[in-house]
Nanobody, 125 residues
């Protein structure tokens, strides 16, 4: 059974860092593009970043460009989102999602087939 589990969320002060992880089980990530999304109550889901199956293509929302870095370790079946210089507006539930695809990725949620349950990130002093 295909499963995605996010971890690494928590409470951090503005300017701090967190690394989110997304562990895949029941399948291998090699043939999947992966996206990270976030959502807060009353707001639309935002595509934060995505990475192609090979890792050779990445894409970031303007709101996180230069602060967040997406990476993957196919050997470990893991995906990561390193978040630096965090701001209060980064507070959200963060989700990872996958789609079988080669060569590129999209930050559109409707493009993805499978989703994790999310991990809460709170940036506050």
């Amino acid at each position: 059974q295909l499963q995605l589990v996010e971890s690494g969320g928590g409470l951090v002060q503005p300017g701090g860092s967190l690394r989110l992880s997304c562990a895949a089980s029941g399948f291998t990530l090699d043939n999947y593009a992966i996206g990270w999304f976030r959502q807060t109550p009353g707001k639309e889901r935002e595509g934060v970043s995505c990475i192609s199956n090979s890792g050779g293509w990445t894409n970031y929302a303007d709101s996180v460009k230069g602060r967040f870095t997406i990476s993957r370790d196919n050997a470990k079946n893991m995906v990561y989102l390193q978040m630096n210089s965090l701001k209060p507006e980064d507070t959200a539930v963060y989700y990872c999602a996958v789609r079988a695809a080669f060569g590129a990725c999209l930050r559109s949620g409707s493009w993805y087939n499978y989703w994790g349950q999310g991990t809460q990130v709170t940036v506050s002093s």
